[in-house]
């Protein structure tokens, strides 16, 4: 891979992420069938859909916790679904953010973010804490480095596992309903944070029922029903001239 | 009344057997302490092949833990302190050893009751070890793998440090267990406590060495017993702040 403190102009025409012909099926039952997507740098996707749609399942096979039953999967120049692909080299520049947000309770808020930097970048232990500091102070969570996942509330523990992804400085950011199992009072600061990282020009691809959110920071507005893409668009086509059925009867049944 | 007293709780018998039972203590130490530690690499090694994703590595596994915890150690103990000489790699190791004693006891004694030991402690071990690391959440493993971790990397930092917290107390009581199943040594004339307060009520016709030898037995197997239950309230108030 290149190194990335030259930015050239190719890195730039390339899509960060791109999918062609996903499918992906769990026994009998499939879950995504021919799935197209591309991302370009500093593109921020939201993907809308009913529950079981098959939202998770695409990010999933973007860092490969599921294995793609056909079809290509492509991380900037590497096919992320080939035999021989370094798999954890390539997570290592994509984030990740679970809904359940998966900190790891034995660590304390500075050491979730450590971890990494240390065990897969195999940082120095001064680098790696100036860098989980600097990034627990980017989500506003300065002064709680050293509590435990168990003594902070749900929103703060996501935006901990948001600096834990940003500490490894990815090439994009993937969001899985990062808000969705958060009280409605703790939301905002999550978004916040989203927002923030999608105005300094991250990549991100964010599944979420946060129409707002989606309407506001995302570029393209992919919508999915029963394992297809049914329609993309920017969120002004989507949320005010959507052209499917599902895709109004969707927006329909959340307004 | 007065019988029982008299025969297992003679004064003057357990004031002799007092001393020999508390020579022969660190020699049960030694085989609990030692099976225990050599069984845990053992149990993790059990444990992983048997979540693995090969049948060639499952299987045997498997077979294994099945016939260890299916049959007694008592059997396994007659079985293997006279089947392990016929074994090369065992002759190979004991070899260097017989010259040596300890406690009045040869080393390749003590080799052989560790390794039946161990043996039979590891396939306890591999089931506490397995069902602790199979209940920790699916997404600590994601999580860990998401951030570009190695799947051995994600069991050493994240995996791991969680499941020994949780089946501390379960390892202890497996502890205890082995260490009082030491006693079943004495069947192959390994001269642990048992054994040694069987020859002194042998030789004077009275039982009360037996209550000496159970003494030194609790010595041990109550305070642990305690820190078990002690952890086990911990671990269930720490995880009802976790939910
Ligand atoms: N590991 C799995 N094994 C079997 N079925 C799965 C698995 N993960 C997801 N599915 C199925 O795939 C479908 C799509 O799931 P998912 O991608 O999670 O949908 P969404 O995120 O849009 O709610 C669902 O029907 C779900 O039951
Ligand atoms: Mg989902």
């Given amino acids: 891979m290149s190194t990335r403190n030259t930015t050239s102009y190719a890195e730039f025409a390339q899509p960060v992420v791109r999918i062609k012909g996903l499918k992906k099926a769990f026994g009998d039952n499939v879950v995504l069938r021919d799935v197209n997507l591309e991302v370009d740098r500093g593109?921020?996707?939201?993907i809308l859909g009913p529950s079981g749609s098959g939202k998770s399942t695409i990010l999933r096979c973007i860092n490969l916790l599921e294995t793609p039953t056909?079809?290509?999967?492509?991380?900037?120049?590497?096919q992320v679904n080939a035999k021989g692909t370094d798999i954890n080299k390539m997570r290592e520049h994509i984030g990740m953010v679970f809904q359940q947000f998966n900190l790891f309770p034995h660590l304390t808020a500075r050491g979730n973010v450590e971890l990494a930097l240390r065990q897969v970048q195999k940082k120095s232990k001064d680098e790696a804490k100036d860098i989980a500091c600097e990034m627990l102070e980017r989500v506003g969570l300065a002064d709680r480095s050293e509590y435990y996942p168990s003594q902070l509330s749900g929103g703060q523990q996501q935006r901990v596992a948001i600096a834990r992804a940003l500490a490894l400085a990815p090439h994009v950011m993937l969001f899985d309903e990062a808000t969705s199992a958060l009280d409605p009072e703790l939301v905002r600061d999550v978004l916040d944070v989203m927002r923030n990282l999608a105005e300094g020009g991250m990549t991100m691809i964010v599944v979420t029922h946060e129409m707002?959110?989606?309407?506001?920071?995302?570029?393209?507005?992919?919508?999915?029903d029963e394992g297809v893409i049914v329609e993309e668009g920017t969120p002004t086509q989507i949320f005010d001239n959507p052209q499917h059925e599902r895709t109004k009867d969707f927006l329909g049944h959340l307004a | 009344?007065?019988?029982?007293?008299?025969v297992f709780f003679n004064l003057e018998v357990m004031k002799q057997a007092l001393p020999i039972v508390a020579a022969a203590f660190p020699v049960s130490l030694i085989f609990g302490f030692g099976g225990f530690l050599l069984a845990i690499p053992g149990g993790l090694t059990l444990a992983f092949m048997k979540m693995a994703r090969y049948r060639l590595l499952r299987w045997p596994a498997t077979v294994y833990v099945d016939v260890v915890r299916g049959t007694p150690l008592a059997l396994q103990i007659l079985i293997l302190y006279f089947g392990l000489p016929f074994l090369p790699i065992y002759n190979v190791i004991a070899a260097p050893l017989s010259g040596i004693d300890v406690l009045g006891i040869n080393a390749t004694v003590y080799l052989r009751g560790l390794l039946i030991l161990s043996l039979n402690s590891s396939a306890y071990l591999c089931e506490i070890f397995r069902a602790g690391i199979q209940s920790i959440p699916r997404g600590q493993m994601e999580a860990a793998r998401s951030l570009g971790l190695s799947l051995p990397?994600?069991?050493?930092?994240?995996?791991?440090?969680q499941t020994v917290r949780r089946i501390l107390p379960t390892m202890m009581s497996e502890f205890i267990l082995l260490f009082k199943d030491t006693a079943l040594l004495a069947s192959v004339a390994v001269m642990e406590m048992t054994l040694a307060s069987k020859i002194i009520a042998g030789r004077v016709f009275n039982q009360s060495s037996y209550v000496v030898a159970a003494c030194f037995y609790l010595l041990l197997t109550i305070p642990l017993g305690r820190l078990v239950s002690y952890m086990e309230n911990r671990l269930a108030e720490s995880?009802?702040?976790?939910a």
């Fill in chain 2, 239 to 242: 995880e009802g702040d976790a």
């Fill in chain 2, 153 to 161: 990397r994600s069991m050493a930092f994240v995996i791991l440090p």
């Fill in chain 1, 212 to 224: 707002s959110f989606a309407r506001e920071a995302a570029d393209r507005v992919i919508f999915m």
């Fill in chain 1, 43 to 46: 593109e921020v996707v939201c």
């Fill in chain 1, 70 to 78: 056909s079809g290509e999967v492509w991380f900037e120049d590497t």
């Fill in chain 2, 1 to 6: 009344m007065e019988t029982i007293l008299h």
